[in-house]
């Protein structure tokens, strides 16, 4: 396999084009078994109906462990969002329209996303203290439990559009099933670390599209931002935990 | 040695820890159970004097811990735990029979739920940990506690004040526990094993405690909405609102969220909040706060409890140092605007309404923004019923205070005394509560009730006079005029009758008196409505202030619908019909007769006792629906019992009446209704017309002797079945009578024997439900009618078997004949209406009192054996 062509580099990963298609190469310090649980993940979703790429294989290359899917021709939407500003409320709709169609699925091998949840806002000892990690979990307890694909890292950047104009979702690591509105609160949680604006304007669509009440995916926001300040990002350590701290009506 | 008890470990911070001490103090609770109510109020006592003894160190422990709220102001809450909740259940019976009853035999016993699971919240979580343990000493229950994490320590001290205090009185130990270290884990864990849970606080907790399948006493969030209205006391309101939103910073549930003001007096009420301190916010200002208090929809940590000075602090606004109150004039009452959400501290959105119609819209939509069934309020003149109902009737809140610091109001006994003080404040179904009203005692104790069986009240209803003996018509009639002074009397008879001149004498009684009368003869036989509402025209056209009902069961019964009619215009009669299971507890209420004319009922034959009875029948014509109606408002006021009316009775007629007064006396003597009062008259019915109904027969009016037996015997056998009801004979007959024609006397007669056959089963598949009824004693009570009738057989099956051949011979002897196929009934047409004949007759009215109580398949067979003889 030849890795030249390195299209998105984070610091645990490269993303190569390469005759078979896309490899995610991970750091050795990335655990196998996320990798291998990201290709299990894809492979449900793919069996789900929903046009995702497919999963080809998983190899050891150096050293390092590698995911081959399916290559799409296109651009991410993030990329037509910020090229063709005044096509935004256009590709809302879509967006919107794709993250519906994916929350109408349901895979019921996938892991459960309440106890993703629970898990990420337990490992925040050394972050969140015991009281409001104690409220975040009663929160947690008391929100209906669904089972809809989610996809757990939904934003434009993870849409591919093809040259016909359909649609790719790509990066499965994160799905899981559960509350579809909890799925929505990431993405506008993701949004709004950005763009506030576009952020309520996604908020808007979606509760319209979805005819869900606003403050129904408000009220995941402070769970879905500690699961947010796992990924450590300390830029975002501030604004997260003001999302946080907050009191429950009483 | 004795072997040590095991220990109930010290520190609970893990499920195993948790498990065991649960377990040691569900065994604590027994023992407890098991206390007096002297030695409960003794503990309760010393627990309640020890908490307040501590309410200064608690709230100060609470301020520090928590970081919120105002320690002179948690020492009142404290204290208020103590004192209100000792005083209001000082008195109360919460151990063994707290109330009893022994004329209606009910007795009410308390007995403890067992192991109390409290939810305590951050707000006020020293006072709220007094009440619950308090109230649960109250009621002997063991309670465990499971603190926040922000407020454990003051929440564990409180509770530990209270059990020692509680131990040192005599109190099991370890009657109160707490979760040491709270986690998620431990509190559903503690929910899952306890008997109830008594959960205050936010949705979050609320919701978990419903959803651990344990009963539940949650109370949700508040969104108190005030609403001072142009007539209010405007000083009173704006100071009361003041005093509820600044105690304790805002802290409690019920404190006012939003003030909406009409515009009159808007100007006003701002005067006077600016006077007392408040301070407005200015449009920038209102924007900075509104981004303070509320992220994403939820309200932020920071601000709660905190003064007016730390939060405009935080949002960037300078205010003086003393300000009370943060006021923001806003417009919207949508969720989406900030200051409509409950705040929790001492921050108020205020509204300028038009009209009170819209103060009310407006905080209709508050509540419904995040305070459903929990608390509003309003100031106005209370001399303002019509909107103080308005606003009532609006609000979906299950406390609705009036002229009162919501605060301090809501939790009741401060400012209104008969409203329960509380920290535990029920929202009822809107706020996806079991409770609607503050929480108390009596929500945490069992009542079992002791019903011991009693019997129902009766009573014995007859019209005021019954005249009786040969020729007494003349001196009733005479009561009419010289005692009641009666002007104008309105007379009901048949053609027949009036043709053959039975009416003259009345006409010459009245002439004499010098009553105006006249007389509607009209009624046929089965009396029509149309016929019924005729004469009802005639009768308002008229005016009687006496109605004289000449004839058999037809006239009377035609009467006494002329009468309803007369009386009552508006009546329904589908209404009027309703079945009923017991008179006394009919859901229709008939209205009141006798307001318009005196009732007199004077019969012509010796059958249907219809003058002393509550019932009359009717028919429409037009759809045939038949409308039996039965009300005590029915009974004639007057009855006139002359056998000279009745002298020139045909045949046919002495013997279908006849033979129907054996079959009300027999029906009444054995109805699962039958009093000591009904049965004599019922017994001399029956023997009466075993004597005297083959003369009267036979002879006619050349036996004036038994022609007036006959005419006491219906009239006596009327007043026992007008209160012991009738039976199964009846609603068969009934059927019988209208699908084939057959006098209504000889149906009775036709079904009879093996009526009374069916009943006297020692072992019936279902018996009667009253509670007189004590067991199947159907033959007894027939074989003691046969005995006083002269009739005696070995034992009481036999005497039974005699009594039928007895009525059969009697048929016989009057010329009724055997069966139903023998009266003329053909084959084909019985089978044909028998299935619908069926259920109308076990839907008959009269079935309700019969001893035995049918199935459609017994009745079934029962019409087949009438039809086609044994």
Redesign the interface.
């Known amino acids: 396999m030849k890795l030249e062509n390195v299209i998105v580099e984070r610091p645990y990963k490269k993303v190569y084009r390469c005759d078979e298609g896309i490899a995610k190469v991970f750091e050795p310090s990335h655990p196998k078994e996320d990798v291998f649980n990201e290709a299990l993940n894809q492979a449900r979703v793919e069996a789900t109906g929903l046009n995702i790429p497919k999963v080809k294989s998983v190899n050891e290359i150096d050293g390092k462990w590698a995911l081959v899917i399916d290559y799409k021709e296109g651009k991410t939407l993030e990329e037509l969002m910020q090229e063709n500003p005044d096509k935004m409320d256009e590709y809302m709709e879509q967006f919107v329209d794709l993250q519906l169609e994916i929350h109408s699925k349901t895979a019921p091998l996938l892991g459960k996303l309440k106890d993703k949840l629970n898990r990420q806002i337990n490992s925040l000892k050394d972050v969140v203290d015991a009281t409001t990690r104690y409220e975040l979990l009663t929160r947690l307890d008391s929100m209906p439990k669904h089972h809809k694909v989610c996809h757990g890292d939904f934003n434009p950047s993870n849409v591919i559009v093809g040259e016909d104009g359909s649609l790719y979702v790509v990066d499965w690591a994160h799905a899981t099933q559960g509350n579809a509105s909890a799925d929505a609160a990431m993405t506008y949680l993701l949004f709004a670390l950005k763009d506030q604006k576009l952020a309520d304007k996604y908020m808007d669509l979606f509760c319209r599209k979805s005819d869900t009440a606003k403050q129904y995916v408000q009220q995941w926001l402070p769970i879905v931002a500690a699961a947010q300040l796992t990924k450590k990002h300390t830029m975002e350590q501030d604004f997260l935990m003001k999302w946080i701290d907050i009191f429950d009506y009483q | 040695m004795a072997t040590k008890k095991k220990e109930a470990p010290a520190i609970i911070d893990n499920v195993e820890a948790l498990i065991e001490k649960i377990k040691a103090m569900k065994e604590a609770q027994k023992v407890f159970a098991t206390f007096t109510q002297e030695q409960v109020d003794k503990i309760f006592f010393e627990a309640a004097m020890a908490a307040n003894k501590a309410r200064i160190p608690l709230a100060k422990m609470a301020v520090e811990e928590t970081g919120m709220g105002v320690v002179e102001d948690k020492i009142i809450k404290n204290h208020y735990a103590a004192e209100y909740i000792y005083n209001a259940y000082k008195n109360t019976k919460t151990c063994g029979v707290i109330e009893e009853d022994t004329a209606y035999g009910i007795k009410k016993i308390a007995e403890p739920i067992g192991l109390i699971a409290a939810v305590i ?1 951050t ?1 006020n979580p020293t006072s709220t940990a007094i009440f619950k343990t308090l109230i649960a000493l109250k009621t002997r229950n063991a309670i465990i506690i499971s603190p ?3 407020a454990k320590a003051c929440t564990i001290a409180a509770a530990k004040v209270v059990l020692d205090a509680a131990v040192k009185a005599g109190a099991p130990e370890g009657i109160i526990g707490w979760i040491d270290v ?3 884990e431990l ?2 864990e503690v929910m899952r094993d306890a008997d109830i849970i008594l959960a205050t ?5 609320v ?2 405690a419903y ?1 651990s399948g344990k009963p539940a006493l949650g109370v949700g ?3 108190t909405p005030a609403i001072i209205d142009e007539t209010a006391d405007i000083k009173l309101a704006v100071n009361s609102i003041i005093h509820s939103k600044t105690f304790d910073n805002g ?1 409690i ?1 019920a404190s006012e969220q939003s003030v909406t003001v009409l515009e009159s007096v808007y100007e006003e009420v701002k005067k006077e909040f600016a006077y007392r301190g408040c301070y407005f916010l200015k449009k920038d200002e209102i924007e900075k706060v509104r981004k303070t208090i509320i ?8 601000i ?1 409890g905190q003064s007016a000075y730390t939060i405009a602090k935080l949002a960037g606004v300078d205010v003086p140092e003393n300000t009370k109150i943060l006021i923001g004039e806003v417009e919207s009452v949508d ?2 605007e900030e200051f409509a ?2 705040k ?1 501290s001492p921050v108020l959105a205020m509204y300028k309404a038009k009209t009170f119609d819209e103060a009310i819209a407006k905080a209709e939509q508050l509540v419904a923004d ?1 305070g459903y069934g929990h608390t509003s309020s309003l100031y106005i003149n209370t001399a303002e019923k019509e909107k103080m109902a308005k606003h009532a009737a609006a609000m979906k809140t299950c406390r609705i205070l009036i002229n009162t610091p919501s605060s301090q109001g809501g939790i009741g006994d401060l400012y209104n005394f008969k409203l329960a003080p509380s920290l535990t404040l029920g929202c009822g179904s809107w706020g996806g509560n079991s409770v609607s009203e503050n929480v108390g005692v009596k929500h945490l104790i069992n009542i079992k009730t002791v019903a011991e069986r009693r019997e129902n009240m009766l009573w014995f209803r007859t019209p005021e006079k019954v005249y009786f003996k040969k020729g007494c018509m003349p001196v009733a009639l005479d009561e009419l005029g010289t005692e009641m002074h009666k002007k104008k009397a309105f007379i009901v008879t048949d053609t027949f009758l009036y043709k053959n001149g039975y009416v003259k004498p009345i006409e010459e009684k009245l002439d004499e008196m010098g009553i105006q009368h006249t007389c509607f003869y009209e009624v046929a036989p089965d009396p029509t409505l149309q016929c019924a509402l005729k004469g009802t025209d005639q009768m308002r056209a008229f005016e009687p202030d006496t109605i004289i009902a000449l004839g058999g069961g037809s006239a009377m019964d035609a009467a006494k619908i002329m009468w309803v009619m007369y009386e009552h215009p508006e009546a329904n009669f589908e209404d009027m019909a309703m079945d009923f299971m017991d008179i006394r507890k009919r859901v229709y209420k008939f209205p009141k007769m006798g307001e318009k004319a005196y009732f007199v009922a004077i019969p012509t034959s010796s059958g249907t006792g219809s003058e002393v009875t509550p019932f009359a029948i009717i028919t429409d014509a037009d759809t045939g629906v038949k409308w039996p109606l039965a009300d005590y408002e029915l009974l004639p006021n007057m009855a006139i019992v002359d056998v000279d009316n009745m002298m020139t009775q045909p045949k046919g007629l002495t013997s279908a009446s006849g033979i129907d007064v054996m079959t009300h006396a027999i029906e009444a003597y054995v109805s699962i209704m039958a009093t000591e009062y009904t049965d004599g008259l019922a017994l001399k019915a029956i023997k009466t017309v075993f004597d005297y109904l083959p003369a009267a027969y036979e002879k006619g009016a050349a036996d004036p002797i038994a022609r007036e037996k006959m005419a006491n015997a219906s009239c006596m056998a009327g007043m026992a079945f007008a209160n012991a009801f009738l039976g199964l004979n009846h609603s068969m007959a009934h059927k019988l009578g209208a699908f084939h024609h057959i006098p209504h006397g000889v149906a009775n007669a036709l079904l009879l024997t093996n009526v009374i056959r069916y009943n006297a089963a020692e072992v019936p598949v279902k018996m009667g439900t009253f509670s007189q009824y004590q067991y199947p004693h159907a033959q007894a009570r027939y074989a003691e009618a046969a005995r006083f009738a002269g009739i005696c057989g070995k034992d009481d099956a036999e005497t039974v078997e005699l009594f039928c051949e007895k009525l059969e011979e009697l048929k016989k002897a009057i010329g009724i004949p055997k069966t139903i196929k023998e009266w003329g009934i053909k084959e084909e047409d019985f089978l044909a209406t028998l299935d619908e004949m069926v259920e109308q007759a076990f839907n008959d009215q009269c079935t309700g009192a019969n001893p035995r109580y049918p199935l459609m398949s017994e009745i079934k067979e029962l019409y087949l054996k009438s039809y086609y003889g044994n």
Do not use: D, F, Q, W
């Open positions: 919240p707000t926040h994490p922000r709270p986690s998620l509190t559903n606080g936010g949705p979050g907790m919701k978990a959803s969030a508040g969104n802290m549930c992220i994403n929809g939820a309200l932020n940590a920071k709660v969720i989406s959400h409950e929790l995040g």
